[in-house]
């Protein structure tokens, strides 16, 4: 597709400049610029965190959701 383009004078500078170091095509440097300009701009979005819920190996009888009771429970079996 063909467009003008406007471009500031050290942008231009620094394409051309690219373009003449890696020898390809003022038209190539500044595709390729825009392009990485872009997939910067617009990261695909990162895969939804999961969380897998497992077992905790607890002994019988431990009970967590009342962690007063659990903390008494390993006090006392501490002080054996």
């Known amino acids: 597709m063909r467009t003008t383009l406007t471009l500031d ?10 373009a003449r ?6 038209k190539a440097v500044v595709n390729e610029t825009l392009r ?6 617009n990261p695909t979005p990162a895969r939804p965190f999961r969380v897998h819920a497992r ?3 607890l ?4 009970d967590v959701t009342n962690v ?4 008494d ?8």
């Open 9 to 18: 004078e050290d942008i231009a500078q620094k394409l051309g400049d690219e």
């Open 55 to 57: 077992r905790l190996g």
């Open 21 to 26: 170091r890696t020898r390809r095509s003022f």
């Open 59 to 62: 002994r019988e009888g431990a």
């Open 68 to 71: 007063e009771a659990l903390l």
């Open 36 to 41: 990485l300009g872009l997939l910067r701009s």
């Open 73 to 80: 429970r390993l006090d006392g079996a501490a002080r054996r």
